[in-house]
């Protein structure tokens, strides 16, 4: 909070040095651009300019300049966001937009914008000719039995050469498009059509139907196109603002007014919707997270890494959002309690889905601490603990004197408290899913496991490092720990689990390296730093995420990037998912610094060799295990396959395929209910038959009576908190 409010003097000094050129009318003009009478939106830009650049160059942990080299970076990102799709701007137009490449730089220092400018005119004038193009080949209709393809990764993609390259690219689109809707409109007329793999003969062509689904895709390009045009040109320099925050790093944003109060909302946990949050992506909507307990987490087939294609409301026609800003797709995503919502995503493999999810109260109490005891194998007997943090949640704003603020840390101690009871052997926590939180908790959470000493080391960009410590002797439990992890923990969830690996006091188990996220962010109110009156015309200016400091391990080692590797790993049952730092463009790098002072956990003596060689061996022979090396293996068959048929057949083929590893996924659906599925009624009894969990448990039951680890579980009024 100290770093907020310093942030917001150093922004507020900035500003009162700014009131004065702003209100003289002082600064070099670009070329090409009439400054005779500075407009209200140049002045905003200006005062925006100023603001972001200030901080990007005096604040961010990156010490970079705003040089070539950054121009280079945020050109980049400004291009992909502009058409992410190559659907729009032809390559004569990128070659003239690349006149700015080196540009962007001079733009932001002198606060007169070109490039935002010249790319909202040739976007606006593509939008016009698309219309054109579009009608004019849903009119002309499709050959059905021409053998082609359609490349649905635009990084494989070039721009156009010229009208005729990108009338045929438009041509494949809308014949993907209606060939897919008119597949669904089967499915919906006969729904046994979808129990076989082969479609049948009677329903490869009807007419009907093909024309049915024909007027639907074009009625969803019409408010694709109004909504494109409906950007105005402030939301084209905003979006140029952002693309200049993320030249830094992915996690540095410009947060337009608009994805400001969106993110406050994702903030305060409490909406009617389905629970995702999303991210707006080089164009794309992306699902980031899934909140546990929400209606999309119940529902259980929307995932992170999922591209949002189109929302239908209910039995509504589908809108197409490819190119659409957050807000407008949040928008639409959202509604009331009991309404449905179809998105139609793009699994990482490739494979088109319409998802249905019924729109509920998405309330944080769903996301707290939740544990259990389970027995151990059959073979070897015990009582094993289970505590599962879904996120490290604390209230800093509760002001409310009749009421006790909740916080992750009080609820694991009473977690383990509560366990107390049945003298268990060993523990699971489980941090699957976690994204992270207040670092308060990952820190106190640590220290309930080891003795007093460091936990995690903080740098900020001047080289100074902060050590932050459990300060207290005492342990709630001092037995045998399992660490659950996967590629979707992240931040607070990877010093945890860095922590209780480098002291040896858990084994870190998961189906891969965590997600790398080894940064701190702040997120500065531009508002509050402007003087009262002088200036009230330009709010709301937004606010900036901004990346201020790294975490590093107590060995010395960063969690950026590189994430936390497990000490087992098991089976990856999504092995194409594209998730984690390393894969962001502009990523801070991995590095080290000086480790500290640590005693690692004297009682623990892991054969993790031997551990994990009896671990493979149990995978090997398990049945339930084949089911999900087989879900991986159809996973890497589709993996990386980018081009999609555009016959017919073939697309029904895919169809039935996704249809059927749907149904082998529901044989394994218990191994992953913790993370995705209701967590009410059926809890227990899912967590019982979690694959995952249950390998856990019988890890620790070959550790049981074979290390030297004491077995009892001390109540924390023992422990002098």
């Given at each position: 909070?100290?770093?907020?409010?310093?942030?917001?003097?150093?922004?507020?000094?900035?500003?009162?040095?700014?009131?004065?050129?702003?209100?003289?009318?002082?600064?070099?003009?670009?070329?090409?651009?009439?400054?005779?009478?500075?407009?209200?939106?140049?002045?905003?830009?200006?005062?925006?300019?100023?603001?972001?650049?200030?901080?990007?160059?005096?604040?961010?942990?990156?010490?970079?300049?705003?040089?070539?080299?950054?121009?280079?970076?945020?050109?980049?990102?400004?291009?992909?966001?502009?058409?992410?799709?190559?659907?729009?701007?032809?390559?004569?137009?990128?070659?003239?937009?690349?006149?700015?490449?080196?540009?962007?730089?001079?733009?932001?220092?002198?606060?007169?914008?070109?490039?935002?400018?010249?790319?909202?005119?040739?976007?606006?004038?593509?939008?016009?000719?698309?219309?054109?193009?579009?009608?004019?080949?849903?009119?002309?209709?499709?050959?059905?039995?021409?053998?082609?393809?359609?490349?649905?990764?635009?990084?494989?993609?070039?721009?156009?050469?010229?009208?005729?390259?990108?009338?045929?690219?438009?041509?494949?689109?809308?014949?993907?498009?209606?060939?897919?809707?008119?597949?669904?409109?089967?499915?919906?007329?006969?729904?046994?059509?979808?129990?076989?793999?082969?479609?049948?003969?009677?329903?490869?062509?009807?007419?009907?139907?093909?024309?049915?689904?024909?007027?639907?895709?074009?009625?969803?390009?019409?408010?694709?196109?109004?909504?494109?045009?409906?950007?105005?040109?402030?939301?084209?320099?905003?979006?140029?603002?952002?693309?200049?925050?993320?030249?830094?790093?992915?996690?540095?944003?410009?947060?337009?007014?608009?994805?400001?109060?969106?993110?406050?909302?994702?903030?305060?946990?409490?909406?009617?919707?389905?629970?995702?949050?999303?991210?707006?992506?080089?164009?794309?909507?992306?699902?980031?997270?899934?909140?546990?307990?929400?209606?999309?987490?119940?529902?259980?087939?929307?995932?992170?890494?999922?591209?949002?294609?189109?929302?239908?409301?209910?039995?509504?026609?589908?809108?197409?959002?490819?190119?659409?800003?957050?807000?407008?797709?949040?928008?639409?995503?959202?509604?009331?309690?009991?309404?449905?919502?179809?998105?139609?995503?793009?699994?990482?493999?490739?494979?088109?889905?319409?998802?249905?999810?019924?729109?509920?109260?998405?309330?944080?109490?769903?996301?707290?601490?939740?544990?259990?005891?389970?027995?151990?194998?059959?073979?070897?007997?015990?009582?094993?603990?289970?505590?599962?943090?879904?996120?490290?949640?604390?209230?800093?704003?509760?002001?409310?004197?009749?009421?006790?603020?909740?916080?992750?840390?009080?609820?694991?101690?009473?977690?383990?408290?509560?366990?107390?009871?049945?003298?268990?052997d060993g523990l699971v926590i489980d941090l699957r899913n976690n994204g992270g939180g207040a670092l308060t908790d990952a820190v106190q959470i640590a220290g309930l496991f080891v003795k007093q000493g460091p936990v995690v080391q903080v740098r900020d960009s001047a080289g100074r490092i902060a050590v932050l410590k459990d300060k207290d002797p005492g342990v709630a439990f001092d037995g045998p720990m399992i660490v659950l992890v996967n590629r979707f923990s992240a931040s607070a969830s990877e010093i945890l689990a860095a922590a209780l690996q480098d002291y040896r006091r858990a084994l870190?188990?998961?189906?891969?390296?965590?997600?790398?996220?080894?940064?701190?962010?702040?997120?500065?109110?531009?508002?509050?730093?402007?003087?009262?009156?002088?200036?009230?015309?330009?709010?709301?200016?937004?606010?900036?995420?901004?990346?201020?400091?790294?975490?590093?391990?107590?060995?010395?080692?960063?969690?950026?990037?590189?994430g936390v590797e497990p000490d087992i790993l098991l089976p990856d049952p999504l092995p194409f998912v594209q998730s984690g730092e390393r894969y962001t463009d502009y990523a801070l790098p991995w590095d080290t610094i000086a480790p500290v002072s640590y005693t690692p956990w004297q009682a623990a003596s892991f054969d993790i060799d031997a551990l994990r060689a009896a671990s493979q061996k149990r995978l090997a022979s398990s049945p339930r295990f084949k089911v999900l090396t087989e879900l991986r293996k159809r996973s890497q068959d589709r993996g990386g396959v980018t081009a999609r048929s555009?016959?017919?057949?073939?697309?029904?083929?895919?169809?039935?395929?996704?249809?059927?590893?749907?149904?082998?996924?529901?044989?394994?659906?218990?191994?992953?209910?913790?993370?995705?599925?209701?967590?009410?009624?059926?809890?227990?009894?899912?967590?019982?038959?979690?694959?995952?969990?249950?390998?856990?448990?019988?890890?620790?039951?070959?550790?049981?009576?074979?290390?030297?680890?004491?077995?009892?579980?001390?109540?924390?009024?023992?422990?002098?908190?």
């Amino acid at each position: 909070m100290n770093m907020f409010r310093s942030s917001n003097f150093v922004l507020r000094s900035l500003i009162v040095l700014l009131v004065g050129l702003l209100l003289l009318g002082v600064g070099s003009s670009s070329a090409g651009v009439s400054r005779n009478a500075e407009s209200f939106e140049v002045n905003r830009q200006r005062l925006l300019s100023y603001l972001l650049s200030q901080q990007l160059t005096q604040n961010h942990y990156r010490d970079q300049a705003l040089d070539d080299q950054f121009s280079a970076a945020a050109f980049k990102l400004y291009l992909q966001q502009l058409d992410s799709q190559k659907r729009f701007l032809l390559k004569e137009d990128v070659l003239r937009l690349q006149a700015y490449e080196q540009k962007v730089d001079n733009e932001v220092l002198s606060g007169y914008l070109e490039l935002p400018e010249v790319g909202a005119v040739l976007h606006r004038k593509r939008i016009d000719e698309a219309e054109i193009l579009i009608r004019q080949i849903m009119a002309d209709g499709f050959h059905f039995r021409t053998p082609e393809t359609l490349q649905v990764d635009p990084e494989k993609l070039d721009y156009c050469q010229d009208r005729s390259d990108l009338r045929e690219r438009w041509r494949k689109v809308l014949k993907y498009q209606v060939f897919s809707r008119y597949l669904e409109l089967l499915e919906e007329q006969d729904k046994a059509v979808s129990k076989t793999t082969e479609m049948p003969s009677e329903y490869r062509i009807d007419t009907k139907l093909m024309a049915i689904a024909s007027d639907k895709v074009l009625k969803s390009m019409e408010q694709l196109l109004l909504r494109l045009r409906q950007i105005t040109q402030r939301e084209y320099v905003d979006r140029y603002f952002d693309a200049v925050c993320r030249a830094f790093d992915p996690h540095t944003n410009y947060l337009a007014p608009a994805e400001e109060e969106e993110f406050e909302i994702s903030m305060k946990g409490s909406l009617e919707g389905i629970g995702a949050t999303l991210q707006q992506d080089d164009g794309f909507i992306k699902v980031i997270s899934i909140i546990p307990g929400s209606p999309a987490f119940r529902q259980g087939q929307l995932q992170a890494e999922d591209i949002i294609l189109k929302v239908a409301q209910g039995t509504a026609e589908p809108i197409d959002i490819v190119d659409s800003s957050l807000r407008d797709a949040v928008r639409l995503i959202r509604g009331k309690k009991g309404t449905e919502v179809r998105l139609t995503v793009r699994k990482p493999a490739g494979i088109q889905q319409v998802i249905p999810i019924v729109r509920d109260v998405v309330q944080i109490q769903e996301s707290f601490v939740r544990s259990t005891l389970l027995k151990g194998p059959a073979e070897r007997g015990g009582n094993f603990g289970y505590i599962r943090i879904p996120t490290f949640y604390r209230d800093f704003f509760d002001h409310d004197q009749d009421s006790t603020p909740r916080n992750c840390t009080d609820d694991v101690r009473a977690a383990l408290e509560k366990l107390s009871g049945s003298q268990i052997d060993g523990l699971v926590i489980d941090l699957r899913n976690n994204g992270g939180g207040a670092l308060t908790d990952a820190v106190q959470i640590a220290g309930l496991f080891v003795k007093q000493g460091p936990v995690v080391q903080v740098r900020d960009s001047a080289g100074r490092i902060a050590v932050l410590k459990d300060k207290d002797p005492g342990v709630a439990f001092d037995g045998p720990m399992i660490v659950l992890v996967n590629r979707f923990s992240a931040s607070a969830s990877e010093i945890l689990a860095a922590a209780l690996q480098d002291y040896r006091r858990a084994l870190v188990v998961g189906d891969h390296v965590t997600h790398g996220k080894g940064t701190v962010q702040t997120v500065l109110n531009l508002d509050s730093a402007l003087p009262p009156q002088s200036m009230d015309e330009y709010r709301p200016l937004g606010a900036m995420k901004l990346t201020l400091q790294k975490f590093y391990r107590v060995s010395g080692g960063s969690t950026q990037v590189q994430g936390v590797e497990p000490d087992i790993l098991l089976p990856d049952p999504l092995p194409f998912v594209q998730s984690g730092e390393r894969y962001t463009d502009y990523a801070l790098p991995w590095d080290t610094i000086a480790p500290v002072s640590y005693t690692p956990w004297q009682a623990a003596s892991f054969d993790i060799d031997a551990l994990r060689a009896a671990s493979q061996k149990r995978l090997a022979s398990s049945p339930r295990f084949k089911v999900l090396t087989e879900l991986r293996k159809r996973s890497q068959d589709r993996g990386g396959v980018t081009a999609r048929s555009l016959d017919l057949a073939d697309l029904w083929q895919e169809h039935s395929e996704l249809i059927n590893a749907q149904q082998m996924d529901a044989a394994v659906k218990s191994e992953k209910q913790v993370q995705e599925g209701p967590i009410g009624d059926g809890w227990l009894a899912r967590i019982e038959k979690d694959l995952f969990v249950g390998e856990a448990v019988q890890i620790l039951g070959d550790l049981r009576g074979r290390e030297s680890f004491g077995n009892s579980l001390t109540k924390t009024t023992e422990m002098g908190r």
